[in-house]
T-cell receptor, first 115, second 115 residues
């Protein structure tokens, strides 16, 4: 049973460009959450998708957008990249996070470097 | 709003000695708390979670944590450190909004194990 997978592993972009990161959830999971982890910091919640809709959003600008497909996989898009967007982007999947004790399973992340 | 505070950014222990990683939480209601570990270039792995069923929670790899409401703490311990325990550890609280839950991470504690 494959866990959460993310692609690409690493990505280098320049300021002003746009980037798309991809995530496939763990088998049987229908909810995907995205987190940004800056160097030396804890992950910060970007947004969460369930039933192809954004259910909850953290304190990130509209340059960050996402999508969930019918097979539950998800994309994170970032427009007009800034140097400060350089980070590890983590995808987490779960089965409809409806209780506080539901566990989220994380992928290995995509390391984005903006030059 | 819920939050967690990890009291030490770095902890060094000798192999075979006990490990204590400290976490305090702030919550207006009974929280759901987690400890995750992040090894270099790997995703976050769940060590254990508190679900209010028992205040002493046992996790994987010999780790355990005790929920103390009077002290608003959820410290992570292990009786004997192994070299393989060297990693970044995150205390996490689950936060509810719009009928779903997201994770709020602490800033992390980097554990170093000395031979």
């Amino acid at each position: 049973d494959a866990g959460v997978t993310q692609s690409p592993t690493h990505l280098i972009k320049t300021r002003g460009q746009q980037v798309t990161l991809r995530c496939s959830p763990k088998s049987g999971h229908d909810t995907v959450s995205w987190y940004q982890q800056a160097l030396g910091q804890g992950p910060q919640f970007i947004f969460q998708y369930y039933e192809e809709e954004e259910r909850q959003r953290g304190n990130f600008p509209d340059r960050f957008s996402g999508h969930q497909f019918p097979n539950y996989s998800s994309e994170l898009n970032v427009n007009a990249l800034l140097l400060g967007d350089s980070a590890l982007y983590l995808c987490a999947s779960s089965l409809a996070v409806r209780t506080s004790t539901d566990t989220q399973y994380f992928g290995p992340g995509t390391r984005l470097t903006v030059l | 709003a819920q939050s967690v505070t990890q009291l030490d950014s770095h902890v060094s222990v000798s192999e075979g000695t006990p490990v204590l990683l400290r976490c305090n939480y702030s919550s207006s209601y009974s929280p759901s708390l987690f400890w995750y570990v992040q090894h270099p270039n790997k995703g976050l792995q769940l060590l254990l979670k508190y679900t209010s069923a028992a205040t002493l929670v046992k996790g994987i790899n010999g780790f355990e944590a005790e929920f103390k409401k009077s002290e608003t703490s959820f410290h992570l311990t292990k009786p004997s450190a192994h070299m393989s325990d060297a990693a970044e550890y995150f205390c996490v609280v689950s936060d509810q909004n719009s009928g779903t839950y997201k994770y709020i991470f602490g800033t992390g504690t980097r554990l170093k194990v000395l031979a």
